[in-house]
């Protein structure tokens, strides 16, 4: 039986951490909201019983069903076998994946400083504030934090030659970085050669390779997490 993945059919959003991963790991699952559309989603959420997820994505394996991006990538880890096979070691990638959901949190932030219910438009001087403050400060104090955690096995990937849940996750971090602050991040090239390492090597994964080559790899745009608004790059 294969996984139901729920997520927004028109975004890659949070969903595209979980689609990453079982992509690469050549994980069978069912994109529902994309197969059918975001009404279907609606009405899939509104009818689950007992405690339901609070927001996409989340996903149904068999009667089991869970939601957040970080505790749907752990469950899969652990049923196919994808972790390091060490708690200890697991534990650790599962806080690393807890801090890519609190950059992520920080990332919409940056476009939505006042309210998620705003349009862009109506927060724009706020925005500007906050992408300065994000790309001086808070970008390099994940990146660093992240860059010094794929060097303790020495590369390309966080256990080594053994990519994780964590590699698919920073790989889409660093894809979103470039596409919302291009000029920055150009500027930044070589500053966190361990992330420019696995952004390289992780294409290399035959199951990723074929996903960003297909019609399933849905484009970054200004309605996802990560938008490029080019009055909030470095000018």
């Not at 609606?42 to 994505?57: K, Q, S, T, Y």
């Not at 400083?113 to 706020?126: E, G, K, N, W």
């Not at 080594?160 to 920073?170: E, I, K, N, P």
């Amino acid at each position: 039986m294969s996984i139901e993945l729920w997520y927004w059919p028109d975004i890659p959003g949070r969903g595209e951490f979980v689609r990453l991963f079982m992509e690469g790991a050549e994980i069978e699952y069912e994109d529902m909201a994309r197969e059918q559309d975001a009404d279907a989603l609606v009405e899939h959420m509104h009818a689950l019983d007992g405690i339901r997820p609070f927001a996409p994505p989340y996903i149904v394996d068999g009667d089991l069903c869970i939601g957040q991006t970080a505790h749907i990538l752990a469950y899969l880890s652990d049923k196919y076998g994808l972790g390091s096979g060490e708690l200890e070691t697991d534990l650790q990638l599962i806080q690393l994946q807890l801090d890519i959901s609190d950059l992520i949190s920080e990332v919409h932030s940056v476009h939505h400083p006042i309210a998620s219910s705003l349009y862009y438009a109506d927060q724009m001087d706020a925005a500007f504030e906050r992408a300065q403050e994000f790309r001086a400060n808070r970008i390099p104090k994940f990146l660093i934090h992240f860059d010094n955690a794929m060097a303790v096995h020495g590369g390309p990937y966080s256990l080594g030659q053994q990519w994780t849940h964590v590699d698919t996750s920073l790989f889409q971090v660093m894809e979103g970085l470039d596409y919302m602050f291009p000029n920055y991040m150009k500027k930044m090239q070589g500053t966190w050669a361990n992330l420019e390492g696995l952004q390289a090597a992780l294409p290399e994964i035959d199951g990723v390779a074929d996903y960003l080559a297909s019609e399933r790899r849905m484009e970054f745009n200004e309605d996802g997490i990560f938008r490029h608004y080019e009055e909030l790059d470095e000018q």
